[in-house]
């Protein structure tokens, strides 16, 4: 069995990340997955959260918003709407979409509109946990 895995992470615009790793760990639609090389072949649809991963003693976090995910015993193959390295977010406009968020929850007129404004508060709120991580 192969000693790390390949992971990719893409969006429409752009390859976010290749790199090999010794483990990852995907906000799928159900909660989180971890993932070690050979692990069993899967496919599941993305929520919003983080992407972590770890390279020896470093972790890095990346913040996702849906997608989905390919899983083989040694490629993890993530395919996301959005996908942003800590270092790539402006936080500013990260926290400016949360208060928007919040604003739009308290005005909310239908479930839709609940819900929509529930993954804009989710998504702002992930990246500003990933930004704010990286300066730990």
């Known amino acids: 069995m192969a000693e790390t895995i390949e992971l990719e992470i893409v969006t429409p615009d752009r390859l ?6 010794d483990e990852v760990q995907i906000p799928a639609r159900n909660g ?5 090389p050979g692990h069993a072949p ?5 929520a919003v959260g983080e ?11 990346l913040s996702l918003a849906w997608g989905f ?9 993530i395919l996301a ?19 928007r968020a919040l604003k739009q929850l308290q005005e909310a007129q239908s ?6 404004a529930s993954a804009a508060l989710q ?3 992930t990246r500003l946990q990933v930004a704010g991580n990286a300066k730990k």
Request: hydrophobic share 40%.
């Open 111 to 116: 479930a839709e509109d609940y819900e929509n």
């Open 69 to 77: 995910a390919e899983v083989l015993p040694d490629k993890v193959t």
């Open 42 to 46: 899967l496919i599941t649809d993305l």
């Open 16 to 21: 976010v990340l290749k790199a090999r790793v």
């Open 81 to 99: 709407e959005a996908a942003e390295r800590a270092e790539d977010i402006d936080v500013e406009r990260a926290q400016n979409a949360r208060q």
């Open 51 to 61: 992407v972590s991963y770890r390279i020896g003693p470093t972790v890095v976090n």
């Open 123 to 125: 998504r702002a709120e």
């Open 32 to 36: 989180y997955i971890g993932v070690l």
